[in-house]
């Protein structure tokens, strides 16, 4: 895949426990809506969709980056082999009890995906998880914008509910205004904002 397909395009990498599925097909969605072609890989078919896979006519790939182990015989994770141009990670949550022992196995898991990284990569990433931040204390050598919940100077998009109960989307502390979508609840206005923020 990294060789045939990735290392003619701009890698577009979806990483996390979860939401992986919903927010590639998000930013592949926006792409087809601007009247792009990308390229796709993704867990499921999305709706617009006919199929889960395109090579796509532009130079845009978009693929979950899954922190599952690569094969028997290769037991690192999978998303090690993408050498995305842009990191989206949305959330790092203890998962694949099969493989991993605790949530330490895996931030160590995308440790070493970091480390893979061209420097003039980008990493969009959820500044209200502290696995994350656990993960950067690590160590990190690219561009970080981080998206949240709530309206501090750190984070360039967040997602804040008024008191209305209506989701607005915010950048650098200016509201830009309501997310209208016909998804729900607060995982999926997280799902939103950093599809946004990954194409910004």
């Given at each position: 895949l990294k060789d045939n397909?990735l290392?003619q395009?701009?890698?577009?990498?979806v990483?996390?426990?979860?939401?992986?599925?919903t927010?590639a097909?998000?930013?592949?969605?926006i792409?087809?809506?601007l009247?792009i072609d990308?390229?796709?890989?993704?867990g499921g078919?999305?709706?617009?969709?006919?199929?889960s896979?395109?090579?796509?006519?532009?130079?845009?790939?978009i693929?979950?980056?899954d922190?599952?182990?690569?094969?028997?015989?290769?037991?690192?994770?999978?998303f090690?082999?993408?050498k995305?141009?842009?990191?989206?990670?949305?959330?790092?949550?203890f998962?694949?009890?099969d493989i991993f022992d605790?949530?330490n196995q895996?931030?160590?898991?995308?440790?070493?995906?970091l480390r893979?990284l061209?420097?003039?990569s980008?990493i969009?990433?959820n500044?209200d998880?502290?696995?994350?931040?656990k993960?950067?204390?690590?160590?990190?050598w690219?561009e970080?914008d981080?998206?949240?919940?709530?309206?501090?100077?750190?984070?360039?998009w967040n997602?804040i509910?008024?008191?209305?109960?209506?989701?607005n989307?915010?950048?650098r502390?200016?509201?830009?205004?309501p997310?209208?979508?016909k998804?729900f609840g607060?995982?999926?206005?997280?799902?939103?904002?950093?599809?946004?923020?990954?194409?910004?």
């Amino acid at each position: 895949l990294k060789d045939n397909i990735l290392d003619q395009k701009q890698g577009i990498a979806v990483s996390g426990t979860h939401g992986k599925t919903t927010t590639a097909s998000l930013i592949t969605h926006i792409l087809k809506d601007l009247g792009i072609d990308p390229g796709y890989l993704i867990g499921g078919i999305p709706i617009g969709f006919n199929r889960s896979s395109n090579i796509g006519t532009d130079p845009y790939f978009i693929i979950e980056a899954d922190e599952y182990d690569t094969a028997f015989f290769d037991k690192r994770s999978k998303f090690i082999h993408y050498k995305p141009h842009t990191l989206l990670i949305n959330n790092i949550e203890f998962d694949h009890v099969d493989i991993f022992d605790d949530v330490n196995q895996i931030i160590w898991q995308f440790h070493q995906l970091l480390r893979t990284l061209s420097p003039k990569s980008k990493i969009i990433a959820n500044g209200d998880d502290m696995n994350i931040q656990k993960l950067f204390a690590l160590g990190i050598w690219s561009e970080i914008d981080y998206f949240g919940s709530s309206a501090l100077e750190t984070k360039k998009w967040n997602y804040i509910l008024d008191d209305n109960g209506q989701y607005n989307l915010y950048l650098r502390g200016k509201k830009l205004g309501p997310i209208d979508s016909k998804l729900f609840g607060k995982h999926n206005m997280q799902n939103i904002t950093a599809a946004i923020a990954t194409l910004s």
